[in-house]
């Protein structure tokens, strides 16, 4: 088990990509903190990893709330002892919608769950880590956090603003043994999917978050030791440079 003995929380993990690394990294041994805003659904994926023979726990936080951040890591101390994964994957998209139909309530709350509340999270965790001088954060992006497009200007701007932030923290946190990387995934088969109707300019082939969770494994793991403050493109079938015209 490449796992055994960590401890991790994962945001956004009661659903899509979040709930397929918490079972990825359950069923490699480490202790999981699923955090959602829906408690319900956080005891779900909870008792899903339980039954397989996982330990695991549901929190209920808002990460876009300070004060929510600092409950879930003051909870998941106190049960685990420790914090020795962070990914953050909790996002919120809106459908198309143009700049100019964009009103500042839609802006700031993508804004607040995507890009503040890593911040929060990373924030919130980086004390214990220090402390243990060892830390692997895992922050999710996407394809769009490479190049704008029509209709996704709040939330391409907050990914992209993820890989920036990450890299700036990287820089900073090497000296505590606390590595710092981004995913950017293509296509991926979620609920926000779904519910935003999202459009690509490339054939949709989307990816089971398995795909997506065997990426963050491999960083987690020490075999991911040599990479901290890199982005890795984990576009899968979706890779715009299988699209290009033929001449």
């Not at 804004?111 to 980086?126: E, Q, W």
């Not at 701007?157 to 890989?163: C, E, M």
């Not at 978050?209 to 979706?238: C, D, K, W, Y």
Request: proline letters at 4%; charged letters at 20%; one cysteine or more.
């Amino acid at each position: 088990m490449r796992l055994k003995n960590k401890v991790a929380i994962i945001t956004g993990g009661s659903r899509g990509i979040g709930r397929g690394v918490a079972i990825a990294f359950a069923g490699e041994g480490a202790a999981v903190a699923i955090v959602g805003r829906n408690k319900d659904t956080c005891d779900e994926t909870a008792a899903f990893i339980t039954k397989s023979g996982g330990t695991a726990v549901g929190i209920a936080a808002d990460v876009s709330k300070e004060a929510d951040v600092t409950r879930m890591i003051s909870q998941t101390i106190d049960k685990f002892s420790s914090i020795d994964l962070l990914v953050n994957s909790a996002a919120v998209n809106l459908p198309y919608r143009e700049v100019g139909d964009i009103i500042l309530d839609d802006w700031n709350w993508l804004i607040g769950v995507n890009l503040t509340g890593i911040f929060l999270c990373c924030k919130g965790a980086l004390p214990q880590m220090k402390k243990q001088h060892f830390g692997k954060i895992i922050n999710f992006s996407s394809i769009g956090g490479l190049s704008g497009a029509p209709g996704r200007a709040p939330y391409r701007a907050t990914k992209a603003a993820i890989i920036n932030f990450s890299e700036c923290l990287a820089a900073e946190v090497k000296e505590f043994g606390i590595d710092v990387n981004t995913i950017c995934p293509c296509v991926v088969e979620t609920d926000m999917l779904r519910e935003t109707k999202k459009t690509v300019a490339i054939p949709n082939i989307p990816m089971p978050p398995e795909e997506m969770a065997a990426v963050a494994v491999f960083l987690a793991s020490a075999e991911g030791r040599a990479i901290t403050g890199t982005t890795i493109n984990a576009f899968g079938q979706g890779n715009p440079l299988f699209y290009l015209p033929k001449k």
